[in-house]
T-cell receptor
Framework: GQNIDQPTEMTATEGAIVQINCTYQ??????LFWYQQHAGEAPTFLSY????GLEEKGRFSSFLSRSKGYSYLLLKELQMKDSASYLC??????????FGQGTELSVKP | DAGITQSPRYKITETGRQVTLMCHQT?????MFWYRQDLGHGLRLIYY???????DKGEVPDGYVVSRSKTENFPLTLESATRSQTSVYFC????????????FGPGTRLTVT
């Protein structure tokens, strides 16, 4: 079966750090993606992890542990514009992505 | 550099009518995808295509038809629209040449009355 779990909602304060977790159980695994989606807009690519470890890209970092079926997205120095939905997706086979339901992040002043 | 576009952006139709949603990409990407996004379900794959004239079903294909006669176009047709097909539809593409991130179109908000 295919199962990707992430928290439904999170709230954090401007300037703080927040970690969004994602656990997965899928029949195939060729990497894990994080996407950001603002309300009423299309998802946009944030990161891709295929090997274990941490990938850093500016204020955003993504971590993967394949043995644990676990990933997290770390957002530092939160800004109001970071309020969005964050989607975890497993790259299966044939270019297909399996998406979690997304985590709605609210950044408060 | 238009990237990936969808039309129409908004559509209201009646139950039983046929509706076609258009998707066009200018990158010559091999893979193209159609998703629907509903509250509580996230993004679900309807159909995908690995190349022109090659299509395959995704997670929720019932009630939908696709074609891909040209690499750049991937239309999605609802043969007889139902209220359960009210949703936001996203088209996406990926180059498939060692790059796996999908690029999404702006979406089509479809309401079936």
């Amino acid at each position: 079966g295919q199962n990707i779990d992430q928290p439904t909602e999170m709230t954090a304060t401007e300037g703080a750090i927040v970690q969004i977790n994602c656990t997965y159980q899928t029949s195939g695994f060729n990497g894990l993606f994080w996407y950001q989606q603002h309300a009423g807009e299309a998802p946009t690519f944030l990161s891709y992890n295929v090997l274990d470890g941490l990938e850093e890209k500016g204020r955003f970092s993504s971590f993967l542990s394949r043995s644990k079926g676990y990933s997290y997205l770390l957002l530092k120095e939160l800004q109001m514009k970071d309020s969005a939905s964050y989607l975890c997706a497993v790259y299966n086979q044939g270019g297909k992505l399996i998406f979690g339901q997304g985590t709605e992040l609210s950044v408060k002043p | 550099d238009a990237g990936i576009t969808q039309s129409p952006r908004y559509k209201i139709t009646e139950t039983g009518r046929q509706v076609t949603l258009m998707c066009h990409q200018t990158w010559s990407h091999s893979y193209m995808f159609w998703y629907r996004q509903d509250l509580g379900h996230g993004l679900r794959l309807i159909y995908y295509s690995a190349a022109a004239d090659i299509t395959d079903k995704g997670e929720v294909p019932d009630g939908y038809v696709v074609s891909r006669s040209k690499t750049e176009n991937f239309p999605l047709t609802l043969e007889s629209a139902t209220r359960s097909q009210t949703s936001v539809y996203f088209c996406a593409s990926v180059s498939g040449l060692g790059r796996y991130e999908q690029y999404f179109g702006p979406g089509t908000r479809l309401t079936v009355t």
